[in-house]
Every structure is written in structure tokens, then in C-alpha cells.
């Protein structure tokens, strides 16, 4: 299948010829070296030389019909993708992308992060399909005010990283040459040995008094030392690949949560004693099988746990450090007296 060329060689993509621009209405067709220009404040396509004549004397109106924006000439730029939605939901990610850039070790837990991420896809859904355009662009401009400085310090952190890797890229090629030309330079002293390798055994064979088999083994010998040798020397100066393989960074996952307890963590488990089932009394007695106190419904096992809880309810608390901690004892009603009576009681 032939592939379509423009008169000045250069390949021509599918529709290039339908290009018409909106202002003049010239077409690729008819002018081959036409180039289309467009605008990220409204996005409408028009040739440069419209583009020069309506805007070089300052701000003006665009002419496509229906649009009012202004516009400015230095803002103009050719377009990078064929579809101009790619175009413009490309700029309005990468604008948003500019104010919110924190990096996922800034969150304590996974969830955080990606609440956060789902909040920057929400302001960026909106942009694209002009959802609350007003109150998303007043988003953007707080939280950019709010948080100047950590979105300087991300951008800073970005830019040093891609230089990082640019500097490692290069030294991974520079590796990579030196490879090459020190394997080059090793095949070519292997030649050049094999070479006086054999001159040696023909003016061995020619002026020598040995056989061609001792010969041989004699040369075999020192061609194997030769590349010995060689592969001693080039080791050390070998230098270790510069490649880095990058985990993902340690993230605390979501903590897990505890069943709900109404009473926040109170519980009626005894701490200083232990409720027997039965206690052995005459009073205690007579009144289980007495009906006019049962009859009532009377628990002489209730009466029994409380009076054991009112016995114990006092151990564990001290009350010189209640009194310690209320701090000045003039602020309390009743003054130094009070305090004076309750630990006399």
C-alpha cells in the first residue's frame, strides 16, 4: 500500500489534506507547508499566517465564530496530538499535575494516598468535561496559595530526580561504549597474536631442528599464557554496571479496626476479688427460702455482688494523689479545709 507524499517529501498524515483553516479558509491541499497553530485558552485550529496577522499588534478576540476569548500570539504552539481532545485533556493533566505534586511517602497509610489521588482525578474530571468549572478553578488557586511551599519543594525533588536519571543514562552509555571498543581491542590483539603466532611456528618449522608436533603443542602453550595474561589484566580495570533496580517505597498499610464498644473500654470484669456463687449466713439463708422476701422478686445473689463491690470499691484509689494533682487547693470550693476533712475521714 503506497503511502501518500507532500510536495516537499515529507510523509503526509491521513485527513492532512481536509485541513481547512476556520479564518482564511486556505487548505493544505492547495499549500502543502501550511502549518496549523493552536491556542490552549479555547483549542481552535488556525494557520500561522492568520495567526501572525491577527495577533502580532497584541491581545485580540479569536475568530472562530461563537468564541470570545482573548488570546495572545506567544501563547500559539503546533499541535502535538491529531485529536484535539487528547490536546487539551493532556495541558489540563498537566496543569493540575503542577499544584498537586505530593509523593506517596508524604501519606502515613495507603489509603490516604489514595483518597488524595481520587480527589486530583475528581478536580481534573471536572476541568475536562466543564463540570463546576468556577468553583474547581478556586480549588486549584487556594491550595496552591495554601500550599506554596511544598509544591516548590516536590518540583524541586522531580527536577533533581530526571536529572538523576538523565546523568545515569548517560553513564550507562558510556559504559556501554567503552564495552565495545575494549571488546573491539581484544579481538584485534587476539588477531594480531594469532598472527605472530603463526609467523613464530613457520620460522620455527623453517630454521628450527624440532618436529612440527612439538612445534605446535609449544605454540599452543603460549598463545594459552598470552590470554591469560590478558584476561588478568583487563579484570581489574573492569568497572561494575551503573543499573539500579528501584523498590517501591515502604507504605503503612491501614490499620485494622477494633470492634465498637459502647461502654469506651469499661468493664465490669473484678480486679481485687472474686464473686463466689454461694456465701454462707443465717440471714443470707433464711432469706432464700423466705417468700416474703422472695416473693418480690428479691436476688439474694444481687445483694450479695453489691455489697461485695461497695466493700472493694475503694482499693486502688489514693487520695493524697487526687489531691496532688488538683494543683492550688484555693481553687477548689470549699478551700484547704475540705482537703484537710477528707483526709482526716
Known sequence: MSRTVARNGAPRRPGDEDDICPVCKSSRYLNPNM?????????????????????????????????????????????????????????????????FNRRQDEFETLDDYNNYLEEVETLTFNLLNGIDVSSTEAKLSEYAAQNAAVISRNATLAHQESANLEALRAAEKEDARLRREAARKE??????????????????????NKNATEVLKESKKIELLKRRRAAEQARPHSKPGTFVIKGLKSVAGPKIEKPYDPFGGLTDKRKYYVLQDHYEHPWLDQARTDLHIIAGGYSVQEYCARSMFEAFSGLGVFIEEEVAGRGDPSDVIGGSAAGTATLVE
Open 35 to 99: 502549518k496549523f497553530l493552536v491556542n490552549p485558552e479555547c483549542y481552535h485550529k488556525m494557520c500561522e499566517s492568520c495567526v501572525d496577522r491577527i495577533f502580532s499588534h497584541g491581545p485580540a478576540s479569536c475568530p472562530v465564530a461563537g468564541c470570545n476569548r482573548t488570546l495572545r500570539k506567544q501563547r500559539f504552539r503546533e499541535q502535538t496530538f491529531e485529536d484535539i481532545q487528547v490536546e487539551r485533556e493532556v495541558d489540563i493533566r498537566r496543569r493540575v499535575a503542577k499544584v
Open 187 to 208: 579481538e584485534e590483539d587476539e588477531r594480531r597474536a594469532r598472527e605472530e603466532g603463526r609467523k613464530e611456528v613457520l620460522e620455527q618449522l623453517t630454521h628450527g
